[in-house]
């Protein structure tokens, strides 16, 4: 990768090969423990109501759908 100057504006295109980030990804097993079918339980507000359009924002949070 490169650097851009800091006194001025600047525009840094780079190519990644998606497939070797892919391959490294799988191997930090980082999300191994994740659990998405609970998402939806954390984001509400008492562990049970699911939160609505129309409730407040969690610190400006976009439910999932």
């Known amino acids: 990768m490169h650097d851009a100057a800091n006194n001025i504006d600047a ?13 490294r990804r799988d191997d930090w097993r980082v999300f191994i423990d ?7 339980e954390i984001l509400t507000l008492d562990g049970e109501n699911e939160l609505t359009e129309s409730a407040p924002p969690i610190n400006g949070m976009i439910l999932p759908k």
């Open 11 to 23: 525009i840094i295109i780079h190519t990644f090969d998606l497939d070797d980030i892919r391959v």
């Open 34 to 40: 994740r659990r998405p079918d609970l998402y939806k």
